[in-house]
């Protein structure tokens, strides 16, 4: 089993994950979850643009999404590959997810829920947390 892990800085958990072939530094918001378990990452509008201008989105769609306040609104969203990086390697499983526009560059419980062959392990004394993926 391979292991890879992060520490927090000031409460973040920050993780570099290649999407679409493009390192991109994530920020692991707890908080971000999709009740379907459709959307795992969210994207700035000029990263997913530029995935979407490179043809590296496929099966884009318009995703409901419940806000705060009890509303609903509608954002854009595509599927794209994905992989973490952990010091300047890519690990892990590749996956597809699917990715949603407008959001801050952000990970959420359904990406890990997608690395079907690994476990997420929090280490709260450490103030780390550790991605275990078995090897094939």
Known sequence: ?????W?????EFHINIKVGGEDTKM?????FIDPDC?????????????????????NEKQ???????CDYDLVDTGEVEAQLIHNG?????KIKVRVRKGATNSVG??????LRSCQLIWEFEA??????????
């Open 109 to 114: 419980y359904c990406f890990f829920k997608a």
């Open 1 to 5: 089993m391979e292991s890879y892990c």
């Open 89 to 93: 390697k890519t690990c892990g499983p």
């Open 27 to 31: 920020l692991w918001d707890t908080g």
């Open 38 to 58: 459709n959307v795992g990452l969210g994207l700035d509008e000029v990263k997913y643009n530029r995935l979407k201008r490179d043809g590296k989105l496929t």
């Open 7 to 11: 520490k927090s800085k000031n409460g």
């Open 127 to 136: 103030d780390e947390i550790c991605i275990e993926c078995r090897t094939e």
């Open 63 to 69: 995703y409901s999404r419940h806000l705060a306040n």
